[in-house]
């Protein structure tokens, strides 16, 4: 393996895989539970016949996961 890809751990051993920030991992997680939401919103405000709703939730859902 590359050794740009390899970081040593104890005893001077190389561990593959770049090392990742849980706080970072948390916010991506977080990010796609709110793009889910909004799209489960959507989907029912379409079905009750709320299409204005609707499509102000999907774009809704388009923004937040976008970052906008």
Do not use: K
Request: aromatic share 6%; proline share 6%.
């Amino acid at each position: 393996m590359p050794r740009a890809f390899c970081h040593r751990g104890r005893g001077g051993h190389e561990n593959p895989g770049p090392t990742r920030d849980p706080t970072s991992v948390v916010i991506s997680i977080i990010i796609i539970m709110m793009a889910g939401m909004a799209s489960t919103s959507a989907v029912q405000d379409t079905i009750t016949g709320h299409y204005m709703h609707g499509l102000g939730r999907i774009y809704e859902g388009l923004v937040n996961t976008a970052g906008w």
